[in-house]
């Protein structure tokens, strides 16, 4: 989560997955006008930090980030009790479908158009697919960013 918090993100646990948000306002001060560019970094971020550290007996994990850009509800939900922060929307589903889509494109990092017209010129991205994502009638063009045009923030090194 630290990669997460470096590039003004919000972690959110959902189901089998995390959600890791950047630009969702928590206050009227939190807006942040290179969030695309920043979900991309961290999602680079944390693809170097699982490649530069093993778990338990040597295995190594790789992570799956699908990243989009768009407008969303975000917000407190629940009771006094129980309370969560949680985010809703057609741009947070086609993110998850695209985390899902990287198991057959053989990719890591996939990202929609918009976040790609969004980040500007911080990264290079290869168009990959042209995709109808599970309910919706559209096709979606997909992108792996190849190059990031400014240094990008590496994973601390391994522990023994």
């Known amino acids: 989560m630290i990669l997460l918090f470096q590039h003004e993100g919000i972690y959110k646990s959902l189901h089998s997955c995390s959600v890791n948000l950047q630009n969702v306002r928590v206050s009227t ?37 699908g990243i989009n850009t768009g407008r ?16 809703h929307g057609d741009e947070v589903n086609i993110a998850a ?6 198991k057959t494109t053989g990719t890591y990092v996939l990202v929609t158009e918009n976040t790609v017209q ?27 960013p190849t190059m990031p045009a400014a240094p990008r923030i590496t994973a601390p090194e391994a522990r023994p």
């Open 72 to 87: 969303i509800v975000a917000g407190a939900v629940g009771t006094g009790e129980r309370l969560l922060y949680t985010v």
């Open 118 to 144: 969004a980040a500007g010129d911080a990264f290079a991205f290869e168009r990959v697919a042209e995709v109808t994502v599970r309910g919706r009638s559209q096709p979606t063009a997909v992108y792996a």
């Open 29 to 65: 001060k939190s807006y942040d006008p290179d969030h695309a560019a920043n979900a991309v970094r961290t999602a680079l971020a944390i693809q170097d930090a699982t490649q530069a550290r093993s778990f338990g007996d040597g295995i190594r994990l790789r992570t799956r980030c």
């Open 97 to 102: 479908r695209l985390e899902q889509l990287n």
